[in-house]
């Protein structure tokens, strides 16, 4: 079942089921898409704390 999702992060739109595109943060557990996580798997709001 295909549904819409936006990055908490940038906003930008997305499909649900695209799993490369969308991730969790290792910290805070929001759903992410790739380009707002860094290379360790943590957004940029948890890298700033």
Do not use: W, Y
């Not at 695209?18 to 991730?23: E, F, K, R, S, T």
């Amino acid at each position: 079942m295909a549904g819409e999702f936006a990055c908490v992060a940038c906003g930008i739109p997305s499909e649900k089921d695209d799993v490369v595109l969308i991730q969790e943060c290792r910290l805070c557990r929001r759903a992410h898409c790739d380009g707002c996580l860094n290379a360790e798997g943590l957004c940029v709001e948890c890298t700033q704390k």
